[in-house]
């Protein structure tokens, strides 16, 4: 079995045989427009990115600096990027003479429909207004998923995908940011359409979304994820595992905030964590090994320990 061909027994939970580490074998292609830019400044939708001096990477968005200010403005204010005038040569140019053989090619899909909606109406106008005017909600979360499919469509079109990396975070470390009955009302409707565009071409579904997600996550199920990218503890990610491990895969789950990247981190907590994490997470197939954030790439010892234990008990997981 190929490296590819045993992510992609993982992904679809066929018997692989061993736990893959990351995502091997996987080309991430970048959009040419990036709704994140590497680099202070506006977005293609004019929202405006910060940038920590001397960092490299890792813009965010200041409140207040929104360009949506009253919700009842947004079909006046809100102008949707044109698909077909981005550079399109230059994510072909990415995929050069790549082998389609070794490799799975996946389209990286950021700023999903909630983090659009926040970063267009600022993180606390935009909570208000989910609870308060859902209706309203409803009709701008509509226009970006219509925007995202003809994003992801020609996205497809042009690289023929494998696999969308959709990205959009839904919660903070203890609950979701906004109720679960909102989110079934304004976000699920219109995520199933975007979900839908993917299947129709048959694009697996990477669902990636940091946080506490577990009162949506057999929605998220229920739409149709292929796989959910992150796994962040905070979850109960034994429990997610045993009740949904036979209908989506999971990637990631090894602890990055606590142990990975902890001030106290160590070889042998490493080395724990990834052994706990496989064996939780790797029966029946449907794990792909990773971080549930950032990697510990500031001691070269814990970076080792992290993909040598992975190795070391992925590799052997399925072993009789």
């Not at 799975?104 to 005017?133: H, P």
């Not at 905030?257 to 052994?275: H, M, Y």
Request: aromatic share 10%; net charge negative.
């Amino acid at each position: 079995m190929t490296r590819k061909e045993n992510l992609l027994a993982a992904i679809h939970r066929t018997g692989p045989e061993w736990v893959p580490n990351g995502m091997e074998n996987t080309i991430r292609l970048y959009p040419p427009i990036l709704e994140r830019p590497l680099s202070a400044g506006k977005d293609a939708f004019g929202c405006i990115w910060d940038l920590t001096e001397g960092a490299v990477g890792g813009t965010y968005s200041r409140e207040g600096d929104h360009i949506l200010h009253d919700l009842k403005d947004w079909k006046n204010v809100v102008k949707f990027p044109d698909v077909e005038m981005f550079d399109w040569e230059y994510v072909q140019n990415q995929v050069g003479n790549l082998n389609r053989d070794e490799f799975l090619f996946e389209g990286f899909v950021e700023m999903g429909l909630f983090e659009r909606s926040y970063l267009l109406l600022g993180m606390e106008n935009a909570l208000i207004n989910y609870m308060l005017e859902p209706e309203l909600m409803f009709e701008l979360v509509s226009a970006i998923a219509d925007y995202k499919i003809k994003f992801i469509q020609k996205f497809d079109d042009m690289i023929d995908l494998d696999m969308v990396w959709f990205g959009d975070d839904w919660g903070s470390q203890h609950n979701l940011l906004i109720p679960p009955d909102k989110w079934r009302e304004i976000i699920k409707p219109n995520l199933k359409r975007v979900y839908d565009c993917m299947k129709e071409r048959g694009i697996i579904i990477n669902q990636h979304s940091c946080g506490k997600i577990e009162d949506v996550f057999g929605d998220v199920v229920e739409l149709g994820a292929d796989m959910w990218n992150m796994c962040q503890p905070c979850n109960n990610l034994k429990k997610m595992k045993n009740e949904y491990g036979d209908r989506i895969s999971f990637h990631g789950g090894i602890d990055s905030q606590f142990v990975l990247n902890a001030p106290d981190a160590s070889v042998e907590g490493i080395i724990e964590e990834v052994k706990l994490r496989i064996t939780e997470m790797a029966p029946g197939g449907g794990y792909i090994a990773g971080p549930s954030h950032t990697i510990p790439s500031h001691k070269p010892e814990l970076l080792e320990a992290f993909y040598g234990a992975i190795d070391e008990y992925g590799g052997s997981a399925y072993k009789k």
